[in-house]
């Protein structure tokens, strides 16, 4: 987890659509006033004739630019005209000194809202005894919540509009590879203003994702009261299952369970249920009632288990959901839906998703997916799967998760190692030089870096919160129990101080501070997993054996395959309400459960001999997180290239991270091939699988 957590000052510099000039203002002469349009004819030809034909291009697309976000409350045209013939400035120094203003300005002004939410979270966030009701109102309080629509109010954004590019993706992609680092900057400068959202319009987007949320964060199953076709009990009281995390993760746990696969099936149909909405509305969240999904029966259950949460209806009426999945989903679809006037070059929600937030075009995404999904590698790791496992593939083996390489020591003999050395956060804190010097920094940058994190007591499982101004320190934030820190609290807090290590040279070291940070989360996550894989040696237990890496490869390629499933799921249901605006939650959960057996069909029916299957379709964040699972499989390819690139380095690792985090806020590919030489690929991912499938003689000489 990162600082991307924290809010609304990282959206704020989310990438944004590019103009260009021409297009700008024949876009303009159609929806513009009269007066506006004499008034910007009027500024061209005055601005021109002080500045000269060399500035004519700059002026006509800043020009363009500004009154494309012009609003009547801005002021009326003779505002519009005195503002841009004022602001306006050359090329050469007067525009190198708005440049640095503005960059100097907005790193002030991000990072101290930064370290202002971050100081009123604190009762929220770190371990400081009981939790006040006051803890959560403090940390609800946003001071940067506004931070964007007064920017425009007070024309900071109009200066940046008026002197600095807007760019598109497509030119970004096309020509960003010779760009400097100062257009780049510019480009970062000016797209951080490429859209206008009013107020009513994010209100209706918070509101709608809220209710997504509230859904979600509700939907617990009740095991017990899960019953086989025979009738049987076959998991214990009190056990309940958030959808679709809990459900997932047992059946995952389930494998080392000698009974586990009645119990795995039984999960499995209950998400087929969800999917469906065939689940009965009663059986949700309550411990009241038994329910047989196989059947379809509901009854009010005789036995006692935990208490009923206050929302649980006691009566047994056998409704369906009636696509409550579904009516929220789709009301946060039309939410995103009435913000489309205001991107007027992105008019698709699934483009403007990709091209925004994570800069790749989603052709290229689902090209990179279906690269993996239809390696014939597929069905030679479900080969193996099948075979270690000593039966039939069963569809919910998607998350069969049993390659993942087992440590000499046992978890309680790691929890007494760690518990030891670190007694306290201040313990890990005086270690941090240490264990950057054994990570492979020099001892100057070792010390630098621990000079700048903040080691703290987290309530939660931990987060690495990055500064936003060069002043400002990282925060590194884990869990450590009474008796000390356990291996997880460890494992987590290895992982954080790499997202810290980058975060610190994204930020304080680095040549712009509007290049700060990395182009999207995936990356942030990669950097911390190469600190991540190395804990154990780090606690003197020596390096990751060969053997681990295949069985890692395995892992990694194998859980890849099954998020790529769900991602297509998820966009492909996206493109199917933008086809269909007016669909009712009926329709859509028809639409989706039937793409959800077409990806299966495609990409996972071959290797598991099963048809039809729905799993797919299960993820909750489908519902609540607005086309967010797309992040997860990207992540998974990114990580896998950029902890690839570290393996094979010859140099010392240090130098070459803090190389790799200057890079800063470029888009994937640009940053890719400047951190590893090659573009974003499946490539490595693939190739280590080939290599652990080749270690594996029984299943590569399998037919
Ligand atoms: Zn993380």
Redesign the pocket.
């Known amino acids: 987890?990162?600082s991307a957590m924290l809010g609304s000052l990282g959206p704020v510099l989310m990438p944004g659509a590019l103009v260009l000039a021409a297009s700008l203002i024949m876009a303009a002469d159609s929806t513009v006033p009269r007066e506006m349009q004499e008034a910007a004819d009027r500024a061209l030809e005055s601005l021109k004739k002080t500045h000269g034909a060399g500035e004519a291009a700059r002026i006509d697309r800043g020009v363009a630019q500004v009154l494309r976000f012009w609003r009547p409350e801005d002021g009326d045209a003779a505002a519009f005209r005195a503002f841009v013939e004022v602001e306006f400035v050359p090329s050469g120094e007067p525009v190198d000194a708005v440049f640095d203003r503005m960059e100097v300005a907005l790193e002030r002004m991000d990072g101290y809202f930064l370290s202002m939410s971050r100081d009123l979270r604190r009762g929220l966030d770190l371990d400081l005894g009981p939790l006040l009701p006051l803890d959560e109102r403090l940390g609800a309080f946003e001071p940067a919540a506004h931070l964007s629509e007064d920017l425009f109010k007070n024309r900071l954004a109009f200066v940046a509009l008026l002197n600095f590019p807007l760019t598109t993706l497509e030119g970004r992609l096309a020509r960003g590879g010779t760009w400097s680092r100062r257009e780049w900057a510019e480009a970062r400068l000016a797209q951080r203003f490429s859209t206008r959202i009013p107020a009513e319009v994010n209100a209706g987007l918070t509101q709608a994702y809220a209710e997504a949320a509230r859904y979600i964060a509700d939907y617990n199953v009740f095991m017990h009261h899960v019953l086989a076709a025979d009738g049987r009990r076959l998991f214990p009281p009190g056990l309940r299952l958030l959808s679709h995390w809990n459900l997932r993760d047992e059946i995952k746990a389930r494998y080392a369970d000698p009974e586990g696969l009645a119990r795995q099936r039984l999960i499995a149909a209950v998400m087929d249920r969800i999917v469906r909405q065939e689940i009965p509305a009663v059986a949700v969240n309550n411990p009241l009632v038994d329910w047989t999904p196989e059947t379809g029966a509901v009854a009010l259950s005789a036995v006692e288990d935990a208490p009923a949460p206050a929302t649980a209806r006691s009566e047994a009426k056998p409704d369906r959901e009636a696509d409550q999945r579904y009516r929220r989903w789709l009301g946060v679809f039309q939410a995103e839906r009435a913000t489309i006037p205001y991107y007027p070059d992105e008019p698709t929600l699934v483009d403007r998703r990709f091209n925004r937030g994570r800069e790749i075009p989603v052709a290229q995404f689902t090209a990179l997916l279906e690269s993996v999904l239809s390696s014939p590698l597929g069905e030679k790791v479900g080969r193996l799967v099948a075979q270690r496992l000593g039966r039939p593939l069963e569809p919910f083996d998607i998350w069969y998760g049993g390659f993942k390489p087992r440590g000499k020591l046992g978890e309680a003999e790691l929890d007494e190692l760690t518990r030891k050395r670190y007694p306290s956060a201040a313990a890990y804190a005086a270690d941090i030089p240490r264990l950057l010097r054994d990570l492979g920094f020099s001892q100057e940058r070792a010390g630098f870096l621990a000079d700048r994190i903040v080691v703290e007591p987290a309530r939660g499982s931990g987060h690495?919160l990055g500064p936003l101004r060069r002043d400002d320190k990282a925060h590194l934030r884990t869990r450590v129990g009474p008796q000390g820190m356990d291996y997880k609290g460890y494992n987590i807090a290895v992982?954080?101080m790499g997202?810290n290590v980058e975060q610190v040279f994204s930020m304080t070291t680095i040549d712009h501070t509007l290049l700060q940070g990395v182009p999207n989360t995936a990356f942030?996550?990669a950097l911390?997993f190469v600190f991540q894989a190395r804990d154990l040696e780090l606690l003197g237990l020596g390096a990751p054996d060969p053997a681990a890496e295949d069985l890692a490869a395995l892992d990694d390629f194998w859980g890849t395959r099954e998020i790529a499933g769900v991602a297509l799921v998820d966009i492909a249901a996206w493109r199917w309400l933008e086809a269909h605006p007016e669909a009712t939650p009926a329709q859509f959960r028809e639409a989706v459960v039937g793409i959800a057996r077409d990806v299966w069909n495609r990409h996972f029916a071959p290797l598991f001999g099963v048809k039809d299957v729905t799993l797919l379709g299960i993820y909750s964040h489908m519902v609540d997180s607005g086309l967010y699972t797309p992040d997860y499989p990207l992540g998974h390819l990114i990580a896998f290239q950029v902890v690839q690139h570290f393996r094979t380095l010859k140099g010392p690792t240090g130098a070459e991270f803090e190389r790799i985090c200057q890079l800063g806020n470029l888009t994937p590919d640009a940053w890719m091939r400047q951190a590893v030489g090659a573009p974003l690929s499946a490539q490595p991912l693939l190739a280590s699988t080939a290599r652990a499938v080749e270690a594996m003689p029984s299943v590569a000489a399998a037919p």
């Open positions: 987890m990162t690495a992982h954080e997202h942030t996550e911390a």
